[in-house]
């Protein structure tokens, strides 16, 4: 398949299909739209439960050497944010990875979360925005918050309230889905 026909999905345990079988995750189930609605592209899940920017950022150049995608959905920082990271530090790996993307000739999908208010307002509120800047900054989509359909609903996510169930996967999908769907080519 064509390189531009490769999307790469960098995250972390919300791409991973963390606590559920590979073929529940969104990453699966956005394979197979993009089969049935006959777009062609191959996807590649490099998403690791537990991965931080910085992993992120290490383990990019490899991955974009040996995929070549035409397209990366960037779904990083939560872990960053739930350790109490810098964001400074934070917004520095995600910048970075962008730019390695961008300079691979890929476009990229900026995929933003929020963290718990336990974390303080002025933590979390410029957690969130730093998405938002990025994604100005750099001309991105950006998809605000991954979570946003499932996150305060209890049937939808796991014990652990920080992971989607089955059932919440397929509304990730379609929080996702307005962004990414004008970045495709059929």
Do not use: C
Not at 85 to 98: A, C, F, G, M, S
Not at 117 to 141: E, K, V
Request: hydrophobic share 40%; aromatic share 6%; net charge negative.
């Amino acid at each position: 398949m064509a390189a531009d026909r490769t999307i790469l999905v960098l995250g972390d345990s919300l791409s991973a299909a963390y606590g559920l079988r590979p073929e529940q995750g969104w990453v699966t189930l956005l394979e197979r739209r993009l089969q049935t609605e006959g777009y062609g592209y191959d996807v590649v899940n490099a998403s690791i439960s537990g991965e931080t920017s910085s992993g992120g950022l290490q383990r990019l150049p490899r991955a974009l050497k040996l995929h070549q995608p035409g397209i990366v959905i960037l779904e990083l920082g939560a872990n960053d944010g739930l350790r109490g990271l810098p964001l400074e530090t934070t917004r520095t790996n995600l910048q970075k990875i962008v730019d390695l993307a961008k300079g691979s000739g890929a476009r990229v999908l900026l995929v933003g979360m929020r963290i718990p208010p336990n974390y303080g307002q002025r933590y979390t509120t410029d957690f969130a925005q730093m998405y938002h800047d990025l994604a100005i900054r750099d001309s991105l989509p950006l998809v605000p918050f991954l979570l946003e359909s499932v996150a305060l609903d209890p049937n939808r996510m796991q014990d652990d309230g920080l992971h989607p169930n089955a059932s919440g996967e397929p509304l990730v999908l379609n929080t996702l889905w307005p962004q990414l769907e004008p970045m495709l080519k059929k």
